[in-house]
């Protein structure tokens, strides 16, 4: 499989539940980011791994959790989300250099929270 | 801060050119990116520009003044298949875009 892959491409939670996004990236790149999208709004950074290193947008909620084991691999762990957090989560990978990096984006996952 | 504008929405006629506009204004510049999005899919990257001038790649080009913090994407021979969202995106220093609110582009008959 090649590029960047999501699980799972939708998903319907209740607010008290615990559930978890994965991304992976087949391309062999040093950073992995976790966007909100949400209607009629720009793309919402929300965390970024790169060369092992975490930075995060200050403004996203505790109950948004990353975790990035290696570098292919990055998940968001979720738990007592509310309704207005039903989004598109896009997952995005680069290769950091010198420089501006072109980020490649999987197929998102689209997240209902009833 | 940062800020990216750029129109909300465009429409034109297939076969026709548009050009989208995309301004902003940021502490640094590392380049500028364009990026495609089809409504339900992932955005795909276009182009990126870091120095001024006209970068053109088959039907689409992507123009950069640095000094007027002014970028268009400029889309030739237009085609259904074009509708779609169009995402400005400036790394204003620290390596990691910022997007503005995207330009959904409207192709008809």
């Known amino acids: 499989e090649t590029g960047v892959t999501q699980t799972p491409r939708h998903l319907v939670m209740g607010m008290t539940n615990k559930k978890s996004l994965k991304c992976e990236q087949h391309?062999?790149?040093?950073?992995m980011y976790w966007y909100k999208q949400s209607a009629k709004k720009p793309l919402e950074l929300m965390f970024v791994?790169?060369?092992?290193?975490?930075?995060e947008n200050n403004s996203v909620p505790s109950r948004f959790s990353p975790e990035c084991p290696n570098s292919s691999h990055l998940f968001l762990h979720l738990h007592t989300l509310q309704p207005e957090d039903s989004a598109l989560y896009l997952c995005?990978?680069?290769?950091?250099?010198?420089?501006?990096?072109?980020?490649?984006f999987g197929p998102g996952t689209r997240l209902t929270v009833l | 801060g940062q800020n990216i504008d750029q129109p909300t929405e465009m429409t034109a006629t297939e076969g026709a050119i548009v050009q989208i506009n995309c301004t902003y204004q940021t502490s640094g510049f590392n380049g500028l990116f364009w990026y495609q999005q089809h409504a339900g899919e992932a955005p795909t990257f276009l182009s990126y520009n870091v120095l001024d001038g006209l970068e053109e790649k088959g039907r689409f080009s992507s123009f950069l003044s640095r000094s007027k913090g002014y970028s268009y994407l400029l889309l030739k021979e237009l085609q259904m298949k074009d509708s779609a969202s169009y995402l400005c995106?400036?790394?204003?220093?620290?390596?990691?875009?910022?997007f503005g609110r995207g330009t959904s582009l409207i192709v008809h008959p």
């Open positions: 391309l062999g790149h040093n950073a």
């Open positions: 791994y790169s060369l092992e290193e975490r930075v």
């Open positions: 995005a990978s680069s290769q950091v250099r010198a420089g501006a990096d072109t980020q490649y």
């Open positions: 995106a400036v790394d204003g220093g620290s390596y990691i875009p910022t």
